[in-house]
């Protein structure tokens, strides 16, 4: 039977590559997002790749943190099969920076948000016999000791600490929840939200800026390890080896994380 896949924040970068990566395996898509001119442009690119139908939801997750975006696009599409947790807003910026009302909405969109979605899916599929899969992205921010990022760590971590404990309750059900690590994706937000904190040298920023992960390459990844029921992918491959040697010597890797970086 079709999938239906309902992706949040599919109007731009991963999200919009994660409905063609969708679309390519032939499932049904609803895309999410506030810009109805970029959805109606994804949905008219990604209806060329299915023929499963693809359908676009107009709404602000901000509000009443979803609950009614998860009512009307259950009303409108049925209960999807795969649910993907993608919308977010960058939270970089030096704390005292950052104005307690601009925190307050990244951690609502970025953490109250998506667990208020994942809990809906969650007591939908509770009884299911068939397998549904829940993907919520989080950063690699999650576990690294990234300076300047502390609100979007804090807002990432959350949704690990929501998968390691929700695991236990998830054993017995059909429901497969993975999350998402990634490190840099070339999404656009380098320039603004990371290189005014990287010390003044060409060699860190062109290095840098060339490890951004390419955002179709990713959501290729993501659509595979999802059907083969990962619970958590890391990526590049790199940053698995790196995620391992932080568990093992947490303040190296603070070190080596933060040498990009202009810190005191
Ligand atoms: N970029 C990175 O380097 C990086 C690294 C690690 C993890 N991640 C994570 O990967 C995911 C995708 O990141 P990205 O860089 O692709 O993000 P992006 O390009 O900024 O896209 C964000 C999406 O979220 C939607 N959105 C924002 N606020 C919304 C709201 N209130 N209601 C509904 N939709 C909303 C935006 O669409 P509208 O404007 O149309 O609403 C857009 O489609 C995020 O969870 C991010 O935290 C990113």
Request: hydrophobic share 50%; proline share 5%.
């Amino acid at each position: 039977m079709t999938k239906l896949v309902m992706i949040t924040g599919a109007s731009a970068g991963l999200g919009e590559q994660l409905a063609y990566a969708f679309a390519h395996r032939q499932m049904r898509l609803l895309l999410i997002g506030r810009n109805r001119q970029r959805l109606e442009r994804v949905a008219r690119k990604a209806a060329k790749l299915t023929t499963a139908g693809v359908a676009i939801l107009v709404a602000d997750l901000a509000v009443d943190n979803g609950a009614p975006v998860w009512r009307q696009c259950v009303a409108k599409c049925g209960l999807p099969d795969i649910l993907v947790n993608n919308a977010a807003l960058p939270g970089f910026g030096a704390i005292n920076g950052v104005p307690v009302a601009k925190m307050q909405q990244v951690l609502q969109l970025n953490t109250v948000v998506p667990i208020t979605l994942s809990q809906l899916f969650i007591q939908a599929h509770y009884r299911d016999q068939r397998s549904s899969y829940l993907i919520n992205l989080a950063s690699a921010g999650a576990e690294l000791a990234l300076p300047y990022a502390a609100i979007h760590s804090a807002s990432k971590a959350a949704l690990l600490g929501f998968a390691r404990s929700s695991r236990f309750e998830l054993r017995t059900t059909r429901i497969h929840l993975m999350t998402v690590l990634p490190s840099l994706l070339a999404t656009g937000h380098f320039q603004q939200q990371t290189v005014p904190y990287l010390r003044a040298n060409q060699l860190i920023i062109k290095a840098m800026t060339a490890s951004q992960l390419v955002p179709a390459k990713v959501a290729k990844k993501i659509v595979s390890a999802t059907l083969q029921g990962q619970q958590i992918l890391r990526l590049p491959m790199a940053y698995q080896w790196f995620a391992a040697f932080t568990r093992l010597a947490p303040n190296i890797s603070r070190k080596i994380v933060a040498l990009p970086y202009r810190t005191r």
